[in-house]
Structure formats: structure tokens, C-alpha cells
């Protein structure tokens, strides 16, 4: 897309043409020399010009002036950055990262949006919107905060479930009583959300699970990777300017143990994942496991998270299945229902 300021103010040009493949195609070290030699491109023109040659652009538009004054989508910083991790990905110098998720999925919900025929506005009137908002107030925000290589929680939400991952790069930037009230208050958070939701008719199934993460491409394209104008732009151009148009989180890029965690959740209760309850994998445990300074012990229907060589958080589970599915396989570990 392309704006320019012409006699009639600004104009907006919707065109493509070989020139403009051609001038993507370039080396980076060439493509400034032919953004300036692409005179003819549509990207210089007014709407006056198109409307005149076609698709044939005029040449005599003060092209020096124009090239100087020019901002074009491939010389932003977004751009370069896309180059940049496309060379990262060619060179396999992507760097994989150990970290835990959590999926909180409230069940029963998606009945409730087939019972409206899928009319959000007759969601909203019956109040089923009350679940997404209890849902978020309580987990829409981070549990653990902090700067990387720090462990800090990144939150998503999607939809009537809400995924959350945190980094557990490098052991010794991870503060052991910190990381157990992290661990203590996503627990919390599950029981107080699992009551609230259990009141309105529904539930929630929490699964905890452990694995990697890496990332392999920017994480947004905003208006900058779309729009090229000259001078100052319009008050649309601004706005366009604003507008982010892909949202790709870094720690959800590829993410296996989201990835894990959302495919157990995904068994339901035909896998023996039912609603209202927490299910600990052993994947999360060791990767846990990993970064504390003593072991975590599972015994006796318990499992203890140390803390200066007795128990800081005990967490109770009254069952245990095997999942082998999608081509990994791992002991689930599930705490007792609500009564």
C-alpha cells in the first residue's frame, strides 16, 4: 500500500507491479539504490498518474527529492527483523528454551455458545460473558514477574481458555521461595476459578506441563510492514501506522509443553480428563525438578515441592493415568475433585 501527498492531498494508492516484485527481490545492500531507480514505480505516484498511464508511471516527479523522503516498508526496523530471523532459522542458530505451561480451559462453554446458535449477542444477554470476565480477572495477568533470563510469566487468552508459560532458562537466576509461591498461587487460582465456574454451571480442567520453547520469527507486523509514503502521512496513514496486524508471542511460537498441555485437556473425558480437576504431568514435575535446588518427590499420593529439606507446597493426587498420544507419552498425575 501506498500513501502520497498529492495536489489533492493525500492519496492512496492500491497497486502492484513487476517493479515492485523486482525491488523486494533485491539484496538488501542493492534495494536502496533500486527504490531510488524504480522511478516508475506505482509506489511514486499519485492517483492522477495511474489514472493517466495505466499502469506505466510517469518518470519526471522528482525522484531524487522523493527517494530522500521516502518511507518504504523494506527499510523498517520490522523488516530487518524478519531478515534477521529468517538468517537464524538458515543458520540453525535458533536458541530452545526449557520452560512449563499451564491451559486453563472452562468446559461446558462451548455447549452454551451452541445453545445461542452461536450469536454472540445472545451470549452476552444470557450473561455467559460473566465466566470469560471472572476467568480473567483472576488469571489475566503474570504470577511471576521479572526480567529474562528471570523466570516471568507470559499469559494468553484465547477465547474461553487462558495459556500461560515461563522460561526456566538457567537455574541460577531462579530464586527458589519465589518460584514456590509462583507455583502456590497458580494453584490458588485454579481452585478459586474452578468454584466460580462450578456455581454458573460450568468447570474447569487445569493442565501443567513441561517442555520447550523456541522462537523463529518476529512477534507482530504492524502498519510500517504495510505502508509506504513520502513526507509526512495522512491522519489515515498515522492510524494505519498504529494498527498491529499479527500477533505471534515469542514464548508461544513453537512451544511444546503448551503444546502438550493443550493436547491433553484436548482427550476430554473419553481420555479420563474430566472437568474439575487439576492435571500435573510428569513433564512439568521435571522440568521443574531441573531448576530447584533439592528433588521434588512424588509419594504416597503426594507430591512435595522442597523447601530447606521438608515439604513447601504438598499437592494431593488420587490418581494416576498413562496418556500416549501424538507421539509423545507421559504419566498425568490428577488432584481430587471438588465436593
Known sequence: MTERSG????VLVFMACYDCCF?????CASRQQALYDAGRCSMLRSSADVTQQGSRPKTNLGLENMAQDSHHPFETTEYLERVHWRHRVKDK??????CISSWFDICGYGQALESVGWQLTKLRDRGLFDALESA????????????????TERVLVINDGIARTTDLADPAYINHGAFLFYV?????KHFQLQRILVDQAL??????AGGERCQYTPQNVTGHSILHY????SEYGKGLLQQQFVYHPAEFQMNTAFAMAYTVEALGSKGEITPNRLYITDTWLKNINAVLPEPVVVDGGVIRLPWNGSAGISIAFDKR??????GFTTDVLINPAIK
Request: glycine share 12%; hydrophobic share 40%; charged share 15%.
Open 321 to 326: 493415568i498413562s496418556v500416549n498420544t501424538k
Open 230 to 233: 513520502t513526507g509526512e502521512p
Open 93 to 98: 542458530e535458533l536458541e530452545v528454551v526449557p
Open 23 to 27: 525491488v523486494q527481490s533485491m539484496p
Open 203 to 208: 468447570g474447569l480442567r487445569t493442565i501443567l
Open 184 to 188: 502456590r498461587d497458580l494453584l490458588i
Open 7 to 10: 495536489g489533492n492531498g493525500a
Open 136 to 151: 480473567y480477572s483472576l488469571l489475566g495477568y503474570p504470577l511471576i514477574s521479572g526480567v529474562p533470563p528471570m523466570p
